[in-house]
């Protein structure tokens, strides 16, 4: 027999056994599903990560009284509240300095602070920071202007009434209007719009275009510092942007370097600040979702395992109910090797069949977890189709090579006269 009639024969033999075919495959399906949706919701969510981390703009440096820290498995690394309470803040001639060092294009100063809803003529915007910066803070903070004008230095100098609208902003308060020239008030004063930002986005299901950006002098005329507590994480920070062809790692040390010079530390004192870049964060969340990775493939591959125990107890009862049927063939010519084949066959096309329900089942579940869950998209790539493929025939395979070797191994007369 060749190979396509084996094949045929095996699918046939199979469509005999419907009920026990399908629930022999469900260890298979299980983990291959399992495997599906993890790999296409955690590539999903890495490439999330990578787009909506993107915006922050990959060369700044954030400048703040805290590192970016999450906790994963080589760093458990604890948050001394009292002690970041007791570091000084910036200051406006810190943001100076660090500008005019040989390896900084800028370095802007930035504050902000929750505002909550902004309300003109019946419209509202709900959620709103009012943030204080200064020129340069569009390049910095990553922001492309797409009317109007950002913050400038005379506005700084000047202490001007003046803010910049992220697109949440102007499209809930302003609708169809042009927002150039209106006035908005915020926290009982009354700015004039110069600008309108285009849309960045959202990071995690929260937006990140609601915001009013104004003078940092003017922000810090009506809003002094925050102290104590409150200074942690709504102090001043600084957005500093390496010059073109300087490494950001170099651009970082000289930083770290004066901040330190300024602050008096001594050479075995810990740094009072943080610097953060958006790779920082970036590699820390991908580091968890490697680690939830390598987590799931060990319980789908216990899944696999206990799914091909289970196809290889069921040809094992197949050879036994096949006994004479093996018996007849080989006294009719059938070689071992047609027998291996044709059962080996078996095992592969019954693991294939419980990987191809798997696939789909793991693709769907992803996409519904993608459909409930807003900021993640699910992916699937084609090599997790390959992949899934892969293990059930891998699976199908090994243990279904004991089964067909016991079936082409068995001697023919003794096998026409079993009962």
Same mark, same amino acid.
Request: hydrophobic share 45%; net charge neutral.
């Given at each position: 027999?060749?190979?396509?009639?084996?094949?045929?024969?095996?699918?046939?033999?199979?469509?005999?056994?419907?009920?026990?075919?399908?629930?022999? =495959?469900?260890?298979?399906?299980?983990?291959?599903?399992?495997?599906?949706?993890?790999?296409?919701?955690?590539?999903?969510?890495?490439? =999330?990560?990578?787009?909506?981390?993107?915006?922050?703009?990959?060369?700044?440096?954030?400048?703040?009284?805290?590192?970016?820290?999450?906790?994963?498995?080589?760093?458990?690394?604890?948050?001394?509240?009292?002690?970041?309470?007791?570091?000084?803040?910036? =200051?406006?001639?810190?943001?100076?300095?660090?500008?005019?060092?040989?390896?900084?294009?800028?370095?802007?100063?930035?504050?902000?602070?929750?505002?909550?809803?902004?309300?003109?003529?019946? @419209?509202?915007?709900?959620?709103?920071?009012?943030?204080?910066?200064?020129?340069?803070?569009?390049?910095?903070?990553?922001?492309?202007?797409?009317?109007?004008?950002?913050?400038?230095?005379?506005?700084?100098?000047?202490?001007?009434?003046?803010?910049?609208?992220?697109?949440?902003?102007?499209?809930?308060?302003?609708?169809?209007?042009?927002?150039?020239?209106?006035?908005?008030?915020?926290?009982?004063?009354?700015?004039?719009?110069?600008?309108?930002?285009?849309?960045?986005?959202?990071?995690?299901?929260?937006?990140?275009?609601?915001?009013? &950006?104004?003078?940092?002098?003017?922000?810090?005329?009506?809003?002094? &510092?925050?102290?104590?507590?409150?200074?942690?994480?709504?102090?001043?920070?600084?957005?500093?942007?390496?010059?073109?062809?300087?490494?950001?790692?170099?651009?970082?040390?000289?930083?770290?370097?004066?901040?330190?010079?300024?602050?008096?530390?001594?050479?075995?004192?810990?740094?009072?600040?943080?610097?953060?870049?958006?790779?920082?964060?970036?590699?820390?969340?991908?580091?968890? =979702?490697?680690?939830?990775?390598?987590?799931?493939?060990?319980?789908?591959?216990?899944?696999?395992?206990?799914?091909?125990?289970?196809?290889? @107890?069921?040809?094992?009862?197949?050879?036994?109910?096949?006994?004479?049927?093996?018996?007849?063939?080989?006294?009719?010519?059938?070689?071992?090797?047609?027998?291996?084949?044709?059962?080996?066959?078996?095992?592969?096309?019954?693991?294939?069949?419980?990987?191809?329900?798997?696939?789909?089942?793991?693709?769907?579940?992803?996409?519904?977890?993608?459909?409930?869950?807003?900021?993640?998209?699910?992916?699937?790539?084609?090599?997790?189709?390959?992949?899934?493929?892969?293990?059930?025939?891998?699976?199908?395979?090994?243990?279904?090579?004991?089964?067909?070797?016991?079936?082409?191994?068995?001697?023919?007369?003794?096998?026409?006269?079993?009962?």
């Amino acid at each position: 027999m060749n190979f396509f009639s084996q094949l045929k024969l095996a699918v046939v033999s199979l469509r005999y056994n419907k009920s026990r075919s399908f629930l022999t =495959t469900l260890g298979i399906i299980i983990g291959v599903m399992t495997v599906i949706a993890i790999l296409s919701l955690l590539e999903g969510l890495n490439r =999330t990560i990578e787009q909506q981390f993107s915006t922050l703009g990959s060369q700044t440096i954030y400048i703040q009284k805290v590192e970016w820290m999450i906790s994963t498995p080589g760093n458990r690394q604890q948050l001394d509240f009292e002690e970041l309470r007791k570091r000084p803040n910036f =200051t406006l001639e810190d943001a100076d300095a660090i500008a005019a060092l040989p390896t900084i294009e800028i370095a802007v100063p930035s504050i902000s602070n929750h505002v909550g809803n902004l309300k003109r003529l019946g @419209n509202t915007a709900q959620n709103c920071e009012l943030q204080g910066s200064a020129e340069g803070g569009d390049v910095a903070g990553n922001w492309i202007v797409e009317q109007g004008r950002f913050i400038t230095r005379e506005d700084r100098l000047h202490r001007r009434m003046v803010c910049v609208l992220g697109s949440y902003v102007a499209e809930n308060l302003f609708g169809a209007e042009n927002p150039i020239g209106e006035t908005i008030d915020v926290e009982n004063h009354r700015y004039q719009v110069v600008g309108i930002l285009e849309e960045k986005g959202s990071m995690f299901g929260n937006t990140m275009d609601n915001v009013v &950006i104004i003078p940092i002098s003017t922000y810090l005329k009506y809003n002094p &510092i925050p102290r104590g507590w409150r200074a942690i994480w709504g102090g001043l920070s600084i957005e500093a942007l390496p010059k073109r062809g300087v490494k950001l790692e170099k651009a970082m040390a000289d930083v770290e370097e004066l901040l330190r010079l300024r602050r008096g530390l001594r050479y075995d004192e810990d740094n009072d600040f943080g610097l953060n870049t958006q790779q920082m964060i970036m590699s820390a969340l991908q580091g968890i =979702t490697s680690t939830l990775w390598i987590v799931m493939i060990g319980i789908a591959a216990i899944s696999l395992v206990v799914g091909g125990i289970g196809i290889m @107890n069921i040809m094992l009862v197949s050879v036994a109910e096949r006994t004479r049927e093996i018996g007849i063939r080989k006294s009719v010519g059938a070689r071992d090797r047609d027998i291996l084949i044709q059962f080996l066959l078996e095992s592969v096309v019954l693991a294939m069949l419980g990987g191809l329900i798997g696939i789909l089942v793991g693709l769907g579940i992803a996409k519904l977890v993608s459909a409930l869950v807003s900021f993640l998209d699910a992916a699937s790539p084609w090599w997790t189709v390959v992949l899934g493929f892969g293990f059930s025939a891998a699976v199908g395979i090994f243990f279904g090579i004991y089964p067909a070797q016991k079936a082409a191994k068995l001697n023919p007369i003794q096998a026409i006269r079993y009962e």
